[in-house]
């Protein structure tokens, strides 16, 4: 059973910081998946934020790059975002995923994600 239960999600003014966390279940260390936090604004697609595949490599959307951060700890089977120069259009919920089928940073393919957490979210309170 694929459980991840997010973390750390709050109000927080613009230029403010946040660190959210993703605990993933012991079956999920395997290190042999991709793990991503993903975003869904109000109205709009569920779209990544960041992903680390299963080799390592972390990517980022365009419009977070400089300010998130991605950190993966394989021996606390935990996945943090960390959060900073937070802006009001980072105002969404966010979700934190894993699958053994490769990730994209394209958000059409979001869809076919398979474990998803219950999300957390995140508002600008400026």
């Given at each position: 059973?694929?459980?991840?239960?997010?973390?750390?999600?709050?109000?927080?003014?613009s230029?403010?910081?946040?660190?959210?966390?993703?605990?993933?279940?012991?079956?999920?260390?395997?290190?042999?998946?991709?793990?991503?936090?993903?975003?869904?604004?109000?109205?709009?697609?569920?779209?990544?934020?960041?992903?680390?595949?299963?080799?390592?490599?972390?990517?980022?959307?365009?419009?977070?790059?400089?300010?998130?951060?991605?950190?993966?700890?394989?021996?606390?089977?935990?996945?943090?975002?960390?959060?900073?120069?937070?802006?009001?259009?980072?105002?969404?919920?966010?979700?934190?995923?894993?699958?053994?089928e490769?990730?994209?940073?394209?958000?059409?393919?979001?869809?076919?994600?398979?474990?998803?957490?219950?999300?957390t979210?995140?508002?600008?309170?400026?």
């Open positions: 059973q694929v459980q991840l239960l997010e973390s750390g999600g709050g109000s927080v003014q230029g403010g910081s946040l660190r959210l966390s993703c605990a993933t279940s012991e079956y999920t260390g395997t290190n042999d998946e991709d793990l991503g936090w993903f975003s869904q604004r109000s109205g709009n697609w569920r779209e990544p934020v960041a992903i680390i595949d299963h080799k390592g490599i972390i990517r980022y959307a365009d419009f977070v790059k400089g300010r998130f951060t991605l950190s993966k700890d394989i021996a606390k089977n935990t996945l943090d975002l960390q959060m900073s120069s937070l802006k009001p259009e980072d105002t969404a919920m966010y979700y934190c995923a894993a699958d053994w490769r990730m994209t940073m394209n958000p059409v393919r979001t869809p076919e994600i398979g474990y998803w957490g219950q999300g979210q995140v508002t600008d309170s400026s």
